[in-house]
Each structure stands twice: as structure tokens, then as C-alpha cells.
């Protein structure tokens, strides 16, 4: 059974760094894209960041390009995605998902309508607020 636990949320000032985990169990990360997706208060979720784990390529949402990097750690089988610049907008709540990377996996995976029905093993989120 694939399981996905995200981690390393909190509370932090505009401007400020947090980072990220996304603990894997069941799979290897190799096999598998990773993406981090966010769900503000009253909006539908996003996708944030993505990596595909056999050749890290790697795919950001415009709005957090330049500020928000996403790795994969093989020892300990956790993807990061590192935030800085925080903005207030980058409040909500962050899920990592896994969706199995093969060569027909699509130039955008972050778009909508693919990663909602495409990614699965949805970990339980964790809150980042980003205060003014």
C-alpha cells in the first residue's frame, strides 16, 4: 500500500522559508512523479510543484517560480519542496500525491484536470500560514 505523510508546516512571517517533507512508503521514488498541490480557505486546490522520479525533471506553478524548489532524498525516501519568499497567498493547506511516471506522462502536470485524475495516495496535508 502506497502511503504519503507530508510534514514541516507552520506558521511564519511574509518573506520567511519553510520546508516541506513528504515521507513515501510502499513505492520507490524512482517509479514515481511527486507533486505538491495547496488548498487555500474557499478556493479549489492547486498544483504547487512536481518531480518525476527517474530523470528529476521538475515542473512550478508561475506565482511560486524563483521562490519554491522541490528535491528528492532516495536515502530516506522523502521528497522536500523548500519555500522562501513566502507571501500571505501562499497560505493553505500542502498534500503531496504520487502518480506513476511513464513516458506519456503530460508536459503539464500540474494542470487540473489532469492531476485530479491522475495522482492518487493523497497524504493528509499540513497548514502553512504565511502572516502579513
Known amino acids: 500500500e502506497v502511503q504519503l505523510q507530508a510534514s514541516g508546516g507552520g506558521l511564519v512571517q511574509a518573506g520567511g522559508s519553510l520546508r516541506l517533507s513528504c515521507a513515501a512508503d510502499?513505492?520507490?521514488?524512482?517509479?514515481?512523479?511527486i507533486g505538491w498541490f495547496r488548498q487555500a480557505p474557499g478556493k479549489e486546490r492547486e498544483g504547487v510543484s512536481a518531480i518525476g522520479g527517474s530523470n528529476r525533471r521538475t515542473w512550478y506553478e508561475d506565482s511560486v517560480k524563483g521562490r519554491f524548489s522541490i528535491a528528492i532524498d532516495n536515502t530516506v525516501n522523502t521528497v522536500y519542496l523548500d519555500m522562501s519568499s513566502l507571501r500571505p497567498e501562499d497560505t493553505g493547506v500542502y498534500y503531496c500525491?504520487?502518480?506513476?511516471?511513464?513516458?506519456?506522462?503530460?508536459?503539464?502536470?500540474?494542470?487540473?484536470?489532469?492531476?485530479?485524475?491522475?495522482?492518487?495516495?493523497w497524504g493528509q496535508g499540513t497548514q502553512v500560514t504565511v502572516s502579513s
Open positions: 500525491a504520487a502518480d506513476v511516471y511513464e513516458p506519456t506522462f503530460p508536459s503539464d502536470p500540474l494542470r487540473e484536470d489532469f492531476y485530479r485524475s491522475s495522482f492518487s495516495s
Open positions: 510502499g513505492l520507490r521514488l524512482d517509479d514515481y512523479a
